[in-house]
């Protein structure tokens, strides 16, 4: 069991090719993997590591719940053109920006161009820059303005929760190691 659960890292796993390659990690193991911690985390666990299409809607429901009691508990000031609507557009964006995070373009996240370099597009990391307002006003149907000044702050609090989901659930599978 300690060499499955040290597979569950998301280092390992590729969403894309759900299916294949992830055959010994299912949905199963790793709620069992994750037995004890809280619903939105075994969910975001199955999600994140196995690909499990089943618990993404309640997922997504959980997540867009906690969303807007954030909204309401920081008194998030929603402009009359923007509405829940906004909010759910935003909560859907950061889980697939967790789950699936987007990749450079250029270098296709490799990080480097034909082995000569780190790609001058994402610094050598593989990966893009943030949402500029620009496209965050897109996906949420905003301003430009709005999207730089309001959303962007709101979009970074939400991938922080799921930076957080992952810190307790590698903090859970380090314990299962040791133990």
Known sequence: ???IMAMLT??????EGVGGGRGSVTPQLVAASLRGLD????????VKFSGDDISIAPLAK???????NAALREGWRISKRESVD????????ALNESVCPRRCLRCRGAGTL??????????GTG?????????LASVLNVSEGRAGAFWQEKLRRELSVYQGFEQ????KLKKELKD
């Open 1 to 3: 069991m300690n060499e």
């Open 10 to 15: 998301a280092q390992s796993v590729k969403m």
């Open 39 to 46: 619903d939105e985390l075994v969910l975001y666990g199955c």
């Open 62 to 68: 959980l997540m867009l719940t906690n969303t807007l």
């Open 86 to 93: 906004t909010v759910k557009r935003l909560s859907i964006v």
């Open 114 to 123: 034909n082995n000569k370099g780190a790609c001058d597009r994402c610094n």
């Open 127 to 135: 990966n893009p820059q943030d949402y500029g307002q620009k496209l």
């Open 168 to 171: 307790d659930i590698a903090d």
